[in-house]
Every structure is written in structure tokens, then in C-alpha cells.
């Protein structure tokens, strides 16, 4: 997005209030910490305005809690987290946002961090309140945003608030997003090829619009697949299947012809009568009536694997198959190992993103390189649909 103002690295920070707006949103079981990847990423440049001596109020959400306290998704055990991470002064508010916490941040030292607890307890802040954003702004002398995953988002924290603060900036977080997801929309090496999985096709009926005029290929996996078999009238048993999702997939198929995108569907499968059991083979003529499609097979990771060698741009959002169960993740597995060789020796320009995938990612190949791996979902998407973000728009 052409216009954003970028936090100016030698900017004087020296003693400055800093508002910083992270993503601090992670998984948690038991109010453990399941993966610390998102706060990881937020942390060197934290650690920058540390060492460069300016106080920081930290805003962050937790989970959808719409207006309400709710101690599952306090932000607690991420303070905790951080603030061994941080190895600073920090401290952790859980009052109102009213002149308690001004002055609290008045009293701030140099160096020193405060985190307000999970901002959507707030309902004002997901109703993006005028007064509560100010209250909000007038907390610091400089506002950023480092979270573009909450871009999509037009709430107080990431929109109004700008309204409220002098000095406005998106982060270097942010920024490293907006470079990687351009490296295929905007300065793209032809030809792309876009992979996309996930379960509903409705949901992704636009990003795959855009995604056409952009790409040479789209390779449709996952669950999303069989709303395109049941289409064109092959068996899928009891796969999952979106209701009408007819006039969408024929929309996708004209739309197609009219961009000269292929779009390329499984041609077999890895089935099974539950998500529990045991992988059977089936081409794609061949499903059973009690059978669920739950992954790609193996002529169709061939096709695909020659796509991405022929390929110098790969955009991957949602796993190929029903990953938790390792019988199938075989689909999602092969991308990865190939998309990740590619970007090492090839130079392939690899973007990975949205939803599940980063977690699916992690869980079935850890330790592979890709271009980029977006922590975003909501707003990964968003962007590729060719919106404009309410909290980026802000920014400029
Ligand atoms: C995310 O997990 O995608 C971001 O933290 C945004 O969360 P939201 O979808 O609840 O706004
Ligand atoms: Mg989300």
C-alpha cells in the first residue's frame, strides 16, 4: 500500500511515550502458551526502543471477548512471557481506560514498558469509540502500529486512536508484511501460482477473484477442492461440502477463462470412513458413497510439485489436507518441502499465509525457508483481495 508512513529508524525516542499497537493474540491451552511466534516477532524491535531509552505502552488483544472481562483471555500469561523476554521494568494494567492509567504512564521511566490488559474487554474498542480512542491516545506522544495482522480491523486501538496522537507510524513488523504479500501482488515475478485450501470456498470467493488477474495458476486443495468435484458431478461421499456453493464455483471457472488462469483441482485422493482413521487411495472417479476425501494423493502432489519447479512465485493460504491427522497430511507436507527447496535453490519467491496455515506449517515440516511466513489470517487475506485496510488507511 503506497502512502504509509514508516517508522523513521533514527527517530529521537529518547524519553518519548511510545503507544505501540502489537498482535500479541497467540493460541492458549490452559492459559499456557502454544505458540510464542507472534510475540517472538514483536520482540526486536521492542527491545530497539529499550535500548533507545523511550516508554512504552503496549495494546494488544486476546481472542474475540466482545466487550467483556473474561479471565481465559487475560493477556497475563503473556506479560508474564514478555516480560522475561523484555528484561525491563514492566508492568501490567488491568484497570479502566481512564486518568488512572494517565498517570500511570506519566510516571513511566525511561526503558520502561506498560502493558494494558486484552484492549477488547473493552466493547468501546471494538465499536471504535471516539471518546475511548482518545483516552487511548492521549496515553503517548507517538502512536504505532506494528500489527498488521489486526489491520482488517476498524477498532479503536488500530483506527481512531490515530485521530488522538500527533506523531503516527506503522511498524517495522507491519511493514516486513506489506513488502512480502506485494512480492506477489504488486512487483511479482511471472509466473505465479497461487495454492489455496482451506474449507470454505465462499469465504475466499474474492481473494481467488484478484488472485486470477495476478496469476497464471490456481491449484484449489483441501476441503474447498470438493465444492469443484461436486460440481462437475464426481462422487465425494460424505466429504465437506459448502451448501450452494455451485454458483461460486462456476463464477471462479468464468472468471478463469476470462484472466486465462488455470485452475488446476485433485485429480486423487487420500479417503477414509472418519478424520481418525486409516489413509486409503482412490482416484478420482473412484470415492465411495461412506467415504471422506480428507487429502491429496500422490499423482496430484506429482502435477503439483511440476507447477511450483515451473513457477517463480508461490502464494500458499490453507493445508492441503486434514492435516491433524498425520495419515493425512502427506499433501501438505510435499508442498511445503517443495516450495521451501525451491526458495532455497531456485530462488522461488514463496508467501505463505492466512488462518491455519502457519500453525499446519509448523506442525507437519518445522525448519523449512519460505520468502515469508505471514502470522496474519483475516488481514493476510484481506489484502490479497485488493482492499484496503481500515487501519492501514489510517497511516498515510
Ligand atoms: C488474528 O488472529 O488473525 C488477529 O489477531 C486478528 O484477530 P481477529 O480476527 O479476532 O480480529
Ligand atoms: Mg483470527
Same mark, same amino acid.
Given at each position: 500500500?503506497?502512502g504509509?508512513? /514508516?517508522?523513521?529508524?533514527? &527517530?529521537?525516542?529518547?524519553?518519548? $511515550? ?10 492458549l491451552?490452559? $492459559?499456557?502458551? %502454544? ?11 521492542? %527491545? ?9 505502552? &503496549? ?28 528484561? *525491563? ?8 481506560i481512564? !486518568? ?23 466493547k ?11 483516552k487511548?491516545?492521549e &496515553? ?14 476498524? %477498532?479503536?486501538?488500530?483506527? !481512531?486512536?490515530?485521530k ?7 511498524g517495522?513488523?507491519?511493514?516486513? #508484511? ?14 505465479? =501460482?497461487c ?10 470467493i ?18 474447498m ?19 450452494? +456453493? #455451485?454458483?461460486?464455483v ?16 485433485? #485429480?486423487?485422493? &487420500?479417503? +477414509?470412513?472418519?478424520f ?11 470415492? $465411495? ?32 489436507? /486434514? ?13 511445503? %518441502?517443495?516450495?521451501?527447496? !525451491? *526458495? ?26 519460505? =520468502?515469508?511466513?505471514?502470522?496474519a ?20
Amino acid at each position: 500500500m503506497l502512502g504509509i508512513k /514508516y517508522f523513521p529508524q533514527k &527517530l529521537n525516542v529518547d524519553g518519548k $511515550k511510545i503507544i505501540v499497537r502489537v498482535d500479541l493474540n497467540v493460541p492458549l491451552k490452559d $492459559k499456557k502458551i %502454544q505458540d510464542p511466534t507472534r510475540i517472538l516477532q514483536v520482540l526486536p524491535f521492542l %527491545q530497539d526502543l529499550i535500548k533507545r531509552k523511550s516508554k512504552i505502552i &503496549l495494546i494488544s488483544h486476546l481472542g474475540r471477548p466482545k466487550g467483556v472481562r473474561n479471565s481465559n483471555l487475560s493477556l497475563l500469561p503473556i506479560y508474564k512471557y514478555l516480560k522475561e523476554k523484555l528484561n *525491563t521494568n514492566m508492568y501490567f494494567y488491568t484497570g479502566e481506560i481512564n !486518568n488512572e492509567i494517565k498517570t500511570k504512564c506519566s510516571y513511566l521511566k525511561e526503558s520502561e514498558v506498560l502493558l494494558i490488559e486484552n484492549i477488547r474487554f473493552f466493547k468501546e474498542e471494538i465499536e471504535n469509540d471516539e471518546n475511548f480512542s482518545k483516552k487511548l491516545g492521549e &496515553l503517548g506522544e507517538i502512536y504505532i502500529n506494528d500489527a498488521f495482522s489486526c489491520s482488517h480491523r476498524k %477498532q479503536s486501538s488500530i483506527c !481512531n486512536i490515530t485521530k488522538f496522537v500527533k506523531e503516527i507510524y506503522a511498524g517495522p513488523l507491519l511493514k516486513k #508484511e506489506i513488502i512480502a504479500i506485494n512480492l506477489v501482488v504488486k512487483n511479482k515475478k511471472d509466473p505465479v =501460482t497461487c495454492i489455496i485450501g482451506g474449507s470454505k470456498v465462499s469465504s475466499k470467493i474474492n481473494v481467488i477473484s484478484n488472485l486470477m488477474k495476478i496469476a497464471s495458476n490456481i491449484i484449489i486443495v483441501g476441503a474447498m477442492a470438493n465444492n469443484f468435484l461436486a460440481y462437475k458431478k464426481y462422487e465425494i461421499g460424505k466429504s465437506l461440502k459448502e451448501e450452494n +456453493s #455451485e454458483d461460486v464455483v462456476e463464477r471462479i471457472l468464468r472468471e478463469a477463462e476470462v484472466n486465462k488462469c488455470k485452475v488446476l483441482i485433485p #485429480e486423487d485422493f &487420500l479417503v +477414509s470412513k472418519s478424520f481418525e482413521g486409516e489413509s486409503i487411495s482412490r482416484d478420482i472417479e473412484s470415492v $465411495k458413497k461412506d467415504e471422506i476425501i480428507l487429502d491429496i494423493g500422490p499423482k496430484t502432489v506429482k502435477i503439483i510439485e511440476e507447477i511450483i519447479d515451473n513457477s517463480n512465485t508461490v502464494m500458499w493460504n490453507g493445508p492441503a489436507g /486434514y492435516f491433524e491427522n498425520k495419515n493425512f497430511a502427506l499433501g501438505t507436507n510435499a508442498i511445503a %518441502q517443495k516450495v521451501s527447496e !525451491n *526458495t532455497k535453490n531456485k530462488s522461488l519467491t514463496s508467501v505463505l499465509g492466512g488462518g491455519d496455515t502457519v500453525s499446519a506449517i509448523n506442525k507437519c515440516s518445522p525448519d523449512l525457508s519460505f =520468502t515469508h511466513l505471514s502470522t496474519a489470517g483475516g488481514a493476510f487475506l484481506e489484502y490479497l483481495e485488493g482492499k484496503d485496510l481500515p487501519g492501514l488507511s489510517v497511516l498515510k
